[in-house]
Protein backbone atom coordinates (compact mmCIF):
# COMPACT_ATOMS: atom_id res chain seq x y z
CA UNK A 1 0.00 0.00 0.00
CA UNK A 2 1.27 3.99 -0.64
CA UNK A 3 0.66 4.63 3.51
CA UNK A 4 2.38 3.85 6.77
CA UNK A 5 0.80 0.56 7.54
CA UNK A 6 0.49 -0.81 11.30
CA UNK A 7 -0.50 -4.38 12.70
CA UNK A 8 -2.54 -5.63 14.60
CA UNK A 9 -5.22 -2.56 14.42
CA UNK A 10 -5.86 -4.27 17.73
CA UNK A 11 -4.79 -5.92 20.25
CA UNK A 12 -6.30 -6.95 23.81
CA UNK A 13 -4.10 -8.33 26.28
CA UNK A 14 -3.60 -9.45 29.58
CA UNK A 15 -1.58 -7.64 32.61
CA UNK A 16 2.20 -9.34 32.40
CA UNK A 17 1.68 -10.39 28.96
CA UNK A 18 4.65 -9.15 25.69
CA UNK A 19 3.02 -7.43 23.10
CA UNK A 20 4.78 -6.55 19.84
CA UNK A 21 3.33 -3.79 17.42
CA UNK A 22 5.05 -3.60 14.17
CA UNK A 23 4.95 -0.73 11.66
CA UNK A 24 5.76 -0.62 7.86
CA UNK A 25 6.61 2.66 6.83
CA UNK A 26 5.54 4.58 3.10
CA UNK A 27 8.90 3.18 0.74
CA UNK A 28 12.22 5.20 0.80
CA UNK A 29 11.23 6.78 3.99
CA UNK A 30 14.12 6.80 6.20
CA UNK A 31 13.09 8.46 9.32
CA UNK A 32 10.39 6.48 11.67
CA UNK A 33 8.52 7.49 14.32
CA UNK A 34 6.47 5.90 17.82
CA UNK A 35 4.12 7.84 18.98
CA UNK A 36 1.69 6.53 21.80
CA UNK A 37 -1.24 8.24 22.12
CA UNK A 38 -4.01 7.91 25.21
CA UNK A 39 -8.05 8.42 25.20
CA UNK A 40 -8.25 12.22 24.78
CA UNK A 41 -5.14 13.29 24.71
CA UNK A 42 -2.33 14.32 22.12
CA UNK A 43 0.26 11.98 20.87
CA UNK A 44 3.32 11.83 22.91
CA UNK A 45 6.82 10.88 21.63
CA UNK A 46 8.31 7.54 22.11
CA UNK A 47 11.56 7.41 20.00
CA UNK A 48 12.53 8.00 16.85
CA UNK A 49 14.76 6.51 13.94
CA UNK A 50 17.34 7.12 11.23
CA UNK A 51 17.98 4.08 9.16
CA UNK A 52 18.08 1.54 11.29
CA UNK A 53 19.61 2.95 14.43
CA UNK A 54 17.89 4.78 17.52
CA UNK A 55 18.46 8.42 16.72
CA UNK A 56 16.44 9.52 19.84
CA UNK A 57 14.90 7.04 22.50
CA UNK A 58 14.17 9.89 25.26
CA UNK A 59 10.30 9.31 24.95
CA UNK A 60 10.52 5.69 25.96
CA UNK A 61 8.78 5.54 29.46
CA UNK A 62 10.65 2.68 31.27
CA UNK A 63 12.91 0.12 30.28
CA UNK A 64 9.77 -2.46 29.30
CA UNK A 65 9.64 -0.86 26.23
CA UNK A 66 12.51 -1.28 23.41
CA UNK A 67 12.19 -0.68 20.03
CA UNK A 68 14.60 -2.01 16.99
CA UNK A 69 13.93 -1.20 13.04
CA UNK A 70 17.06 -4.06 12.04
CA UNK A 71 16.92 -3.39 8.15
CA UNK A 72 15.87 0.49 7.74
CA UNK A 73 12.69 -0.19 7.01
CA UNK A 74 10.13 -2.40 9.17
CA UNK A 75 9.98 -1.51 12.69
CA UNK A 76 8.58 -3.39 15.66
CA UNK A 77 7.93 -2.15 19.10
CA UNK A 78 8.20 -4.13 21.99
CA UNK A 79 6.37 -3.77 25.37
CA UNK A 80 7.31 -6.28 28.22
CA UNK A 81 5.24 -7.13 31.37
CA UNK A 82 2.32 -5.05 30.07
CA UNK A 83 0.56 -2.83 32.19
CA UNK A 84 -3.15 -1.48 32.37
CA UNK A 85 -1.20 1.79 31.87
CA UNK A 86 -0.11 0.99 29.13
CA UNK A 87 -3.28 0.80 27.22
CA UNK A 88 -3.65 3.82 24.41
CA UNK A 89 -3.14 4.27 20.75
CA UNK A 90 0.54 3.34 19.85
CA UNK A 91 0.90 5.36 16.05
CA UNK A 92 4.04 5.09 13.52
CA UNK A 93 4.72 7.59 11.26
CA UNK A 94 7.33 7.69 8.98
CA UNK A 95 8.86 10.81 6.84
CA UNK A 96 11.19 10.71 3.94
CA UNK A 97 13.88 12.93 5.07
CA UNK A 98 14.44 13.87 8.97
CA UNK A 99 13.63 17.50 7.75
CA UNK A 100 12.40 20.66 8.78
CA UNK A 101 9.00 20.92 7.54
CA UNK A 102 7.77 18.14 10.42
CA UNK A 103 5.96 16.52 7.64
CA UNK A 104 4.93 12.98 9.04
CA UNK A 105 2.87 10.47 7.48
CA UNK A 106 1.15 8.86 10.32
CA UNK A 107 -0.30 5.20 10.44
CA UNK A 108 -3.95 4.57 11.59
CA UNK A 109 -2.18 3.15 15.03
CA UNK A 110 -2.31 -0.18 16.88
CA UNK A 111 -4.91 -0.21 19.61
CA UNK A 112 -3.53 -2.04 22.89
CA UNK A 113 -6.21 -2.99 25.38
CA UNK A 114 -4.28 -3.92 28.81
CA UNK A 115 -6.62 -6.06 30.75
CA UNK B 1 2.42 22.33 33.20
CA UNK B 2 2.35 21.11 30.37
CA UNK B 3 4.99 22.49 27.30
CA UNK B 4 2.09 23.09 24.99
CA UNK B 5 -2.16 23.97 26.05
CA UNK B 6 -4.86 23.35 24.03
CA UNK B 7 -8.50 23.91 24.98
CA UNK B 8 -9.39 20.34 24.43
CA UNK B 9 -13.59 21.44 23.18
CA UNK B 10 -15.46 20.24 22.48
CA UNK B 11 -16.28 23.09 19.76
CA UNK B 12 -19.38 23.25 17.61
CA UNK B 13 -20.23 25.79 15.33
CA UNK B 14 -22.92 26.14 12.42
CA UNK B 15 -21.57 25.32 8.96
CA UNK B 16 -20.37 28.47 6.92
CA UNK B 17 -18.48 29.66 10.21
CA UNK B 18 -15.48 31.10 10.95
CA UNK B 19 -13.40 28.59 13.39
CA UNK B 20 -10.77 29.62 15.60
CA UNK B 21 -8.64 27.54 17.58
CA UNK B 22 -5.20 27.84 19.56
CA UNK B 23 -2.93 26.59 21.42
CA UNK B 24 -0.38 28.19 24.16
CA UNK B 25 2.95 27.33 24.58
CA UNK B 26 5.62 27.19 27.43
CA UNK B 27 9.29 26.82 25.56
CA UNK B 28 10.66 29.98 23.74
CA UNK B 29 12.88 27.51 21.87
CA UNK B 30 10.43 26.08 19.40
CA UNK B 31 10.70 27.14 16.12
CA UNK B 32 8.56 24.52 13.78
CA UNK B 33 4.53 24.92 14.51
CA UNK B 34 2.23 22.42 12.44
CA UNK B 35 -1.47 21.66 12.57
CA UNK B 36 -2.33 18.00 12.31
CA UNK B 37 -6.40 17.24 11.79
CA UNK B 38 -6.72 13.63 13.42
CA UNK B 39 -10.91 12.12 11.94
CA UNK B 40 -11.94 9.18 14.52
CA UNK B 41 -9.98 5.94 14.48
CA UNK B 42 -7.23 7.69 12.36
CA UNK B 43 -3.57 8.48 12.45
CA UNK B 44 -3.26 12.02 12.32
CA UNK B 45 -2.26 14.27 9.13
CA UNK B 46 -0.63 17.68 8.40
CA UNK B 47 -2.61 20.37 7.33
CA UNK B 48 -0.36 23.47 8.14
CA UNK B 49 3.14 24.07 8.79
CA UNK B 50 5.14 27.44 9.80
CA UNK B 51 8.19 28.00 10.80
CA UNK B 52 9.02 30.77 13.28
CA UNK B 53 6.46 33.63 13.46
CA UNK B 54 4.21 34.82 11.06
CA UNK B 55 1.02 33.87 9.12
CA UNK B 56 0.45 31.11 6.33
CA UNK B 57 -2.73 30.68 4.38
CA UNK B 58 -3.69 27.61 2.23
CA UNK B 59 -7.21 27.82 0.93
CA UNK B 60 -9.89 28.30 3.65
CA UNK B 61 -6.86 27.83 6.59
CA UNK B 62 -4.68 30.23 7.91
CA UNK B 63 -2.17 29.76 10.61
CA UNK B 64 -0.89 32.40 12.56
CA UNK B 65 2.30 32.03 15.15
CA UNK B 66 3.27 34.90 17.53
CA UNK B 67 6.33 34.13 19.33
CA UNK B 68 6.32 36.72 21.21
CA UNK B 69 3.19 35.75 22.71
CA UNK B 70 4.08 32.24 22.48
CA UNK B 71 0.49 31.72 20.99
CA UNK B 72 -0.54 30.03 17.90
CA UNK B 73 -3.78 29.74 15.98
CA UNK B 74 -5.50 28.28 13.30
CA UNK B 75 -8.42 29.83 11.12
CA UNK B 76 -10.78 28.00 9.32
CA UNK B 77 -13.30 30.05 6.98
CA UNK B 78 -16.52 28.57 5.14
CA UNK B 79 -16.28 25.82 7.58
CA UNK B 80 -17.78 22.07 6.01
CA UNK B 81 -18.90 19.28 7.68
CA UNK B 82 -16.57 17.25 6.64
CA UNK B 83 -14.06 19.78 8.85
CA UNK B 84 -15.36 17.74 11.72
CA UNK B 85 -12.58 16.18 13.59
CA UNK B 86 -9.46 16.76 16.40
CA UNK B 87 -7.42 19.25 15.60
CA UNK B 88 -3.77 19.35 17.20
CA UNK B 89 -1.31 21.68 17.30
CA UNK B 90 2.18 20.92 17.54
CA UNK B 91 5.46 22.45 17.28
CA UNK B 92 9.32 21.14 17.33
CA UNK B 93 12.75 22.87 18.38
CA UNK B 94 15.60 23.17 15.55
CA UNK B 95 17.41 20.24 14.95
CA UNK B 96 15.17 18.01 17.02
CA UNK B 97 12.66 15.66 15.48
CA UNK B 98 10.50 14.58 18.38
CA UNK B 99 7.01 16.63 17.60
CA UNK B 100 5.33 18.07 20.78
CA UNK B 101 1.62 18.08 20.39
CA UNK B 102 -1.67 19.82 22.27
CA UNK B 103 -4.20 17.93 23.46
CA UNK B 104 -6.00 18.13 20.46
CA UNK B 105 -9.61 20.07 20.13
CA UNK B 106 -12.56 18.05 19.09
CA UNK B 107 -14.73 20.41 16.68
CA UNK B 108 -18.24 19.42 14.86
CA UNK B 109 -19.84 20.99 12.19
CA UNK B 110 -23.14 21.16 12.29
CA UNK B 111 -24.93 21.41 8.83
Known amino acids: GAGVSQTPSNKVTEKGKYVELRCDPISGHTALYWYRQSLGQGPEFLIY????????DSGLPNDRFFAVRPEGSVSTLKIQRTERGDSAVYLC?????????????FGEGSRLTVL | QKEVEQDPGPLSVPEGAIVSLNCTYSNSAFQYFMWYRQYSRKGPELLMY????GNKEDGRFTAQVDKSSKYISLFIRDSQPSDSATYLC???????????FGQGTRLTINP
Open chain 1, 93 to 105: ASSLLAGATGELF
Open chain 1, 49 to 56: FQGTGAAD
Open chain 2, 50 to 53: TYSS
Open chain 2, 90 to 100: AMRIQGAQKLV
